[in-house]
């Protein structure tokens, strides 16, 4: 029998950001909502927590292969119902997955929010996954694994987490691997959605000129199906700190060389998480930042050179790119230690402090421009703290990250010692 959904407990909009509501339906399904007045768009996101994390060796890839399975036919849409649904009035669907979460979203003018909730929910709710939509789309999937590993630039982050995390699942590629790939099943599909898909786990998110009242209605019409279940759930713990120090070069038919280099750092509830955003964004962020200055600027050993920190629910990663002649490899690598190290030593000047704060700040507000940028803030924060951090805390935070903070956090996470270091080097 199935549970009735309807709102059991709404939360009050916080007095600094009154176009925020959250309302937790009787299953367990949070919807949270960020009203835009003055804009004609919503992005809805449907969010499961559940990603490659969630795998093990042999179910590696599920995850973004099922995001990839809903989209090729429903119990009433085909295929090609499906991609018209929302095209056909001038809206868009689509999805992604990434280490600890999976998104399916629509983006719709405001007048379309009940179809672009129907179709979300049809998708996720009464995919068929026919066998032969199943073998069609393990094709597509390996020519998109393919394509991710004839660039070196984008597959170089695979192998540089998976020298982070070499006996963790956080170490796994999120598209999986071919073998797997071919391997799963229809049954493979329907069993990770009955042990992952739970509305206790999931979260409807939406930005724009929405009004929660009915986007709750909505939820509750189209979602009523899934059941107040309690979920077995359980993630093992991710490491704080890398155990030692790795170094692998591989050899590719390619004319640059590209160098990742880096180490496990914060998780999103480290009290330090705000330093380390700060520290990323003067090091490795834009063309004013230290890397970027030095690497390439100064020395011109590089084009594309640059830092950045993913921050996970219990651990996160540092790391740094670069791409450089291969007879510059081993200087390009002795310079980004040398900035690290700088970091270490001495506290950031006033004026660099500030400059970087500024750059943090304007990157923040010009992505509230953007109502999917907005959805996403909501669904993943709901997910990983529970909570909606409004945009005036995240400033303040920011604001009160001081030069000894950043030093401290530079300090603790840049142990040369136990550095991953991955090098695609032309053969």
């Known amino acids: 029998m199935h549970t009735t959904t309807r709102a059991v407990r709404a939360t009050p909009a916080p007095a600094e950001n009154s176009r925020y509501r959250k309302t937790v339906l009787d299953n367990g399904l949070r919807v949270v909502s960020e009203s835009i007045s003055h804009v004609r768009s919503v992005s809805i996101g449907v969010w499961t927590n559940v990603g490659s994390r969630d795998e093990d060796q042999f179910q590696n890839g599920i995850s973004h292969f099922l995001e990839h399975m809903v989209f090729k036919g429903t119990k009433k849409r085909s295929v090609r119902d499906i991609a018209q649904s929302l095209e056909s009035i001038g809206g868009y669907l689509n999805a992604f997955t990434t280490k600890e979460q999976t998104c399916f979203y629509a983006r719709v003018l405001d007048e379309h929010v009940e179809k672009a909730m129907d179709v979300v929910a049809d998708i996720i709710l009464n995919a068929t996954f026919k066998k032969e939509e199943l073998e069609k789309e393990k094709l597509v999937v ?34 999986g691997t071919e073998s797997n790939l071919r391997r799963f099943r229809r049954d493979d599909l329907r069993h990770h959605v009955l042990q992952y898909y739970h509305p206790s786990q999931m979260v409807i998110a939406a930005a724009g000129n929405v009004d929660h009242d009915q986007l709750v209605t909505l939820a509750a019409r189209y979602f009523r199906t899934l059941k107040l279940t309690p979920t077995s759930q359980k993630r093992i713990a991710g490491p704080q700190r890398s155990p030692r120090r790795t170094f692998e070069e591989i050899e590719r038919p390619i ?33 004013s930042s230290r890397l970027y200055q030095t690497v390439r600027e100064r020395h011109g050993l590089a084009y594309a050179v640059y830092s950045y920190v993913t921050l996970l629910s219990d651990t996160g990663v540092f790391g740094t790119y670069l791409g450089t002649h291969k007879k510059n490899i081993e200087n390009a690598i002795s310079l980004v230690h040398s900035e690290l190290d700088k970091l270490k030593q001495k506290p950031v000047s006033g004026a660099e402090l500030a400059r970087t704060k500024a750059q943090i ?8 421009e953007n109502m999917s940028s907005r959805m996403i803030r909501l669904g993943s924060g709901e997910l990983y703290l529970d909570t909606y951090t409004s945009l005036d805390s995240i400033l303040k935070q920011i604001e009160a990250v001081t030069p000894e903070a950043i030093q401290r956090v530079a300090k603790n996470v840049f142990h040369e010692a136990v550095f991953s270091t991955v090098i695609i080097r032309p053969s």
């Open 142 to 175: 390996i020519e998109e694994l393919k394509n991710v590993e004839d660039d070196p630039e984008d597959i170089i982050h695979d192998y540089f987490e998976k020298a982070l995390f070499p006996h963790h699942s956080l170490g796994y590629p999120i598209i």
């Open 255 to 287: 004319n640059q060389a590209h160098v990742c280099l880096g180490t496990i750092a914060y998780g999103m509830r480290h009290r330090d998480r705000y330093p380390l955003i700060v520290l990323n964004a003067l090091l490795g962020e834009g063309m």
């Open 361 to 368: 700040k304007g990157t923040l507000m010009l992505g509230l």
